[in-house]
T-cell receptor, first 116, second 110 residues
């Protein structure tokens, strides 16, 4: 099984502070994703990566940046957190040899962020 | 962009009942995903299918490509099946980006 860990699992911060969430995988899977989950919206893609230094925006990327300097780590940064970014954040990796959109997703346990 | 709709939003059943959750999408896709989110928040992939039917234990997933519709069935439901079930599809034909349904909350009473 693909190992994927997120840190921190819980964080409370104040408006205007920077926050970085980390996603770490133990295997060399190419695709990694950051989603946020909010009541009434379901999961929404923030950013994803298809290789080291290769990233692309999702549908809710405003206010977020990402970096992937190593295959195993995908970082999500909120440069200046706002209350609207209070959410549960999930990292995922795509495993398998199918075509685009046709690979199994494995999710991290989630990171609950509260911005006061 | 693909639009993914699930029904019903909420479903309550008695133990042993046959459950069906529906998912429809608007754009042709490479594969459709079914996920389960446990009450504790963890998300696991149940199925990924591009045609026909897949079965795993008491869970069965079907897809009709022409009608752009998929169903998730649970036979002999059990309280431990209580969870939110989510379907997801690529935003467009060959995309790695997925769009997710809002989920179906299933409660199975003993």
């Amino acid at each position: 099984d693909a190992g994927i860990t997120q840190s921190p699992r819980h964080k409370v911060t104040e408006t205007g502070t920077p926050v970085t969430l980390r996603c770490h995988q133990t295997e060399n899977h190419r695709y990694m994703y950051w989603y946020r989950q909010d009541p009434g919206h379901g999961l929404r893609l923030i950013h994803y990566s298809y290789g080291v230094k290769d990233t692309d925006k999702g549908e809710v990327s405003d206010g977020y940046s990402v970096s992937r300097s190593k295959t195993e780590d995908f970082l999500l940064t909120l440069e200046s957190a706002t209350s609207s970014q209070t959410s549960v954040y999930f990292c995922a990796i795509s495993t398998g040899t199918g075509g685009p959109g046709a690979n199994v997703l494995t999710f991290g346990a989630g990171s609950r962020l509260t911005v006061l | 962009k693909n639009e993914v709709e699930q029904s019903p939003q909420n479903l309550t059943a008695q133990e042993g009942e046959f459950i069906t959750i529906n998912c429809s999408y608007s754009v042709g896709i490479s594969a459709l995903h079914w996920l389960q989110q446990h009450p504790g928040g963890g998300i696991v992939s149940l199925f990924m299918l591009s045609s026909g039917k897949k079965k795993h234990g008491r869970l069965i997933a079907t897809i009709n490509i022409q009608e752009k519709h998929s169903s998730l069935h649970i036979t002999a439901s059990h309280p431990r099946d209580s969870a939110v079930y989510i379907c997801a599809a690529p935003t467009e034909g060959g995309s790695e980006k997925l769009v997710f349904g809002k989920g179906t909350k299933l409660t199975v009473n003993p």
